[in-house]
């Protein structure tokens, strides 16, 4: 991409992910099941030309807006048919993966990573995905070689500032309309269960509380419980505020929904017990780099993360070059400025409403590497840097399948494409309000925002192609 202009705008093509990896057994099992997914969507244009009906000719504007909502109703129509095509994909991988056939979790993965999971499956898929993540596998390996060390490096877990984020958070949940209307059930918590509170933190009867006020109570502690847990087990990871953000994230899809039937203390306990291990997985996924999977570097230290800001602020030059030298000027772009920190580690945890989070979980949570090449699927040396440019390879066998990289090789495009969304709206503001703005970025569709993405992606791959080739002529 030249450095002096943007590219125009174009019409993407929305790439499709890869299926996964499928063994000699179940390969006719989940090829059904994947011939269930929908096709893609044609296209509504609508064309204004005279027609000539029962009542007489039709102008050009009349007909153009009778196509329009003829093709609106026939949208809408695809929209539904598509979304009950998938949960029915989806029940049936579900009910596969339950009987044994592990590899319908890479049938939920490519689901995942190209339509999005149904909001109401996600507490039953999300915990296959996290289970089957192969960066999760990868993690586990490590922390099982260094489990004897893990004795001897105990730290002290800031407990006040986790109950201080969480009740942050319950504030400014509050305020915003992209959170459920409730809060989760009485799903953690019995009757004749005290709640703990912090030093200095006085704890009510809960004769005193209602049933809404219990159920945050129960939800805020299981969330500390995960957050201390996972802290305590991996001590050369230090506590980020982010970490309330992505446990009550888990949380919101997966303890059971508002107004269901009170569980037994075994479901409690159950409950807190999957939100702990689904955090766990979650940060090995967001903090996984190959630097740190071989003990070279510890997480969430200044080293990966300042490479990987360095690396987004090169990309940002190159394709977005008139936002990066607005930013720059407003000193926007220094790699010391919190927002890119919280953006490009933390995955805009906290800056994206609900709908957009989630979506985008379900495209990270759907990664599954190298999927054509061998039943192993190994993740390669080079994947998941986040800090440079994501190996150049060539297409899968299905041409159109898109390319597997880790979410920390992703992320930064997703990043430039949420940037490339608001740049008009960017360049009118000054130091203080883009501050601000960035905090709340605009509310874009996350689907446009993924293959608005891999245009970057495909750019820069081009861009390094020709670099390669000025460098070798």
């Known amino acids: 991409m030249s450095s002096q202009d943007e590219k125009p705008a174009r019409k993407d093509k929305a790439p499709k992910p890869a299926r996964g990896p499928i063994s000699k057994r179940s390969s006719r099992f989940i090829e059904q099941l994947n011939k269930r997914l929908p096709p893609p969507q044609p296209s509504t ?47 049936s991988l579900l009910a596969g993966y339950e009987s044994g056939f ?40 490590r922390d099982t070689k260094r489990s004897v060390d893990l004795f001897r490096e105990r730290t002290e ?24 209307s409730t809060t989760p059930p009485r799903s953690l918590v019995s009757s004749n269960t005290s709640l703990k509170s912090p030093a200095g933190y006085p704890s009510p009867p809960l004769e005193a509380l209602d049933d809404e006020a219990i159920d945050e109570m129960a939800t805020n502690e299981a ?11 991996h001590p050369t990871i230090k506590y980020a505020d982010r970490m309330v953000h992505v446990c009550f994230t888990l949380a919101d899809w997966l303890l ?43 997480q969430l230290d200044g080293g990966v993360t300042r490479r990987r800001i360095n690396h987004f602020l090169d990309l940002l030059g190159k394709s977005l070059p008139e936002l990066s030298m607005y930013m720059r000027t407003e000193a926007m772009t220094e790699p010391s400025e919190n927002w890119l920190n919280m953006w ?45 440019d994501a190996p150049l390879r060539s297409k899968t066998p299905d041409k159109d399948d898109l390319e597997q990289y880790t979410p920390a090789d992703w992320h930064p495009y997703v990043c430039l494409a949420l940037l490339k969304s608001a740049k008009d709206q960017m360049q009118e503001l000054d130091w203080d309000e883009m501050r601000s703005f960035l905090t709340k970025p605009p509310q874009v569709e996350m689907q446009i925002v993924l293959r608005e993405a891999e245009v970057f992606r495909e750019e820069h791959k081009e861009y390094r192609i020709q670099e390669l080739l000025k460098r070798n002529g």
């Open 45 to 91: 244009r609508t064309d204004s030309v005279v027609e000539v009906t029962a009542s007489g000719p039709q102008t050009p504007q009349a007909t153009g807006r009778s196509r329009a909502g003829s093709h609106a109703s026939t949208r809408q129509a695809l929209i539904r048919h598509q979304v009950e095509q998938t949960r029915e994909s989806v029940l």
């Open 102 to 141: 592990e590899t319908a979790a890479n049938g939920l993965a490519s689901i995942a990573q190209k339509y999005g999971i149904i909001p109401e499956l996600r507490q039953k898929v999300w915990p296959i995905l996290l289970e089957t993540h192969p960066l999760v596998k990868l993690s586990n390996e």
């Open 157 to 180: 877990v800031p407990t006040k500032k986790i109950y201080d984020e969480i009740a942050h958070y319950r504030r400014r949940e509050k305020n915003s309309p992209f959170t459920r």
């Open 223 to 233: 969330v500390k419980s995960a957050i201390v847990s996972f802290l305590e087990g």
């Open 256 to 298: 059971p929904l508002p107004n269901a039937a009170c569980l037994s203390q075994d479901d409690h306990v159950k409950n807190a017990a999957q939100l702990n291990r689904a955090f766990c997985q979650m940060m090995h996924i967001m903090t996984w780099s190959p630097s740190i999977q071989d003990g070279k570097e510890a």
């Open 344 to 388: 490009l580690q933390w995955w805009c945890v906290r800056e994206l409403k609900r709908p957009q989070k989630a979506r985008l979980w379900d495209f990270y949570l759907g990664y599954r590497p190298s999927i054509h090449k061998s039943a192993e699927a190994p993740v390669q040396r080079l994947d998941g840097d986040g800090e440079q």
